[in-house]
């Protein structure tokens, strides 16, 4: 199981820093004027996690792997 | 010890609202937040858990200010298959955290400053962080950076502090990127590495030995009387490495097609004990009504186990014990599906409905272990009752 699943997370991991790479150029590509920003204000689009404290509690016991729970990011300007 | 820790944090509260910039107006409006949560948590190994947890922020939005804090209990009881077969009796406890948090940023710049703590009556926890914050000038784009520090103080219940305690320092750097994909998404991308150093190893927990022969004739999930007739009389204490070094890549999707929120999270973890992890979440909240949103949730967390994992350690005698060993089944090759959902009922007046809401959520888990003794699988489940107010 071992070798196999860490070349799939090898995988994951190496997409996901393509992504993170191109990103910042992406967002830039596409303004989103003020007043087309009612989605984003929506609360459920928070980019804080969705993750509550007693369930990431759970989390945290139950498993061995920690982080990827803070985020500082407001990022959209909806006000 | 406790008073201590909670004096260090009023302090740290009073001391950050001094350093308020001088300008700040009392006349400026003011907006709050208080949520209260219990959650209840229940499962087949006959452990169960209450915590009860609150949180406020108050924020002066024109200057930039938030100030945040909480505080939660957890109250533990379990008589675990772990406890059976150490032949301890059922135990109970309780185990209590706080955090503070603040947050400045008038522009474009901007930053942030938390502390967390915890008292159990053989485990301390402080520590917190700082971070830099730094947004475009068509706010579409946040970027933020910082460390963090925490110091955690392990004992043994009924032994003075200074009897028995270890030390374990945990150095942590996080940074991270929320932007604005289109006009219904948004992308956070966040990594956060850890070092620890100190030793972790339980206290408590005993690692059966096995001869070599005895050792290939143990199966996955062999109960606490199987091991017992099989294992050796030698059983020392858990033996961890005295460093760890961790780090996770997460990604956060919002996309948002009303009255439909789609949110996708996503982690991969890896550490130099050899543990690789994969994470994902997935909800989707529905606006059924003004007062009324929905959610289902389903969540898929895979590991591998560390390097040192054995299912059966081997050992000729006291002098030829694995240098490594655990029996802690969460540092082994595991999956865990969750299954849930929840449901938020607005009840603040007609001109206000969010103002005030209450929710109601349920997670379901099913974890399959792999090479471990007495357990294969445990369900649990978790309920949590919340309440929010906005003013």
Redesign the interface.
């Known amino acids: 199981m071992s070798h196999r699943f860490g070349w799939q997370l090898a995988a994951r991991a190496a997409a996901l820093l393509i992504v993170l790479a191109c990103l910042p150029v992406v967002s830039g590509c596409t303004p989103v004027p003020a007043w087309e920003r009612s989605r984003l204000a929506h609360p459920t689009m928070k980019p804080k996690s969705s993750v509550g404290t007693a369930e990431g509690h759970l989390h945290e016991v139950q498993e061995g792997s920690t982080g990827g729970a803070d985020s500082e990011g407001g990022g959209c300007g909806c006000n | 010890m406790r008073l201590q820790l909670i004096r260090a944090a009023l302090f740290l509260a009073v001391g950050l609202a001094g350093s308020l910039p001088p300008n700040t107006a009392l006349a400026e409006p003011v907006e709050g937040r208080f949520t209260a949560?219990v959650?209840g948590?229940q499962d087949t190994t006959a452990t169960s858990v209450l915590?009860p947890?609150v949180?406020a922020s108050v924020a002066l939005p024109d200057s930039g200010v938030e100030l945040s804090g909480?505080y939660?209990v957890?109250l533990v009881t379990t008589a675990s298959p772990d406890v059976v077969a150490t032949a301890s009796p059922r135990w109970e406890e309780a185990r209590h955290g706080g955090h503070l948090g603040f947050r400045y940023q008038p522009g474009r710049f901007g930053f942030?400053a938390r502390a967390s703590a915890s008292y159990a009556p053989d485990y301390l926890s402080a520590g917190g962080g700082v971070?830099a914050?730094f947004?475009t000038e068509?706010?579409?784009?946040?970027f933020?950076v910082?460390p963090s520090y925490y110091r955690d103080i392990a004992g043994r219940t009924g032994t003075p502090w200074s009897t028995f305690s270890r030390t374990l320092d945990k150095i942590g750097l996080?940074a991270?990127?929320?932007?604005?994909?289109?006009?219904?998404t948004?992308?956070?991308?966040?990594g956060?590495?850890?070092y620890e150093t100190g030793d972790p190893s339980k206290p408590y927990r005993y690692v059966p030995m096995f001869t070599a022969d005895a050792a290939e004739g143990i199966e996955a999930g062999a109960s606490v009387s199987d091991v017992a007739r099989a294992r050796s009389t030698t059983r020392p204490l858990e033996q961890l490495p005295l460093t760890r070094l961790?780090?996770?890549?997460?990604?956060?999707l919002?996309w948002?097609s009303?009255p439909f929120?789609l949110?996708l999270?996503?982690?991969?973890?890896?550490?130099s004990w050899r543990?690789?992890?994969?994470?994902t979440?997935a909800?989707l909240?529905v606006d059924a009504h003004e007062r009324l949103?929905l959610w289902p949730h389903v969540r898929l967390?895979?590991?591998?186990?560390?390097s040192f994992w054995e299912l059966a350690y081997v050992a000729n005698g006291p002098e030829d014990l694995p240098a490594l060993r655990t029996g802690d089944r969460?540092?082994g090759?595991?999956v865990?599906v969750g299954a849930g959902g929840g449901a938020r009922v607005a009840i603040g007046d007609a001109d206000a409905v969010?103002d005030v809401a209450l929710s109601l959520?349920g997670?379901g888990?099913f974890?399959q272990f792999?090479e471990t003794l007495y357990l294969s699988h445990r369900l649990?489940v978790?309920v949590?009752l919340?309440f929010e107010a906005v003013w």
């Open positions: 949560e959650g948590y915590t947890s949180a909480g939660l957890d942030t971070t914050l947004e068509d706010r579409l784009s946040t933020w910082g996080g991270g990127w929320t932007g604005v994909l289109d006009r219904s948004l992308l956070s991308i966040l956060d590495g850890a961790r780090g996770s890549a997460s990604a956060r919002a948002r009303p929120t949110r999270e996503d982690r991969l973890y890896a550490d543990l690789l992890a994969t994470t979440d909800r909240p949103r967390h895979a590991q591998t186990g560390v969460e540092l090759p595991l865990n969010d959520a997670l888990t974890t792999f649990s978790l949590t919340g």
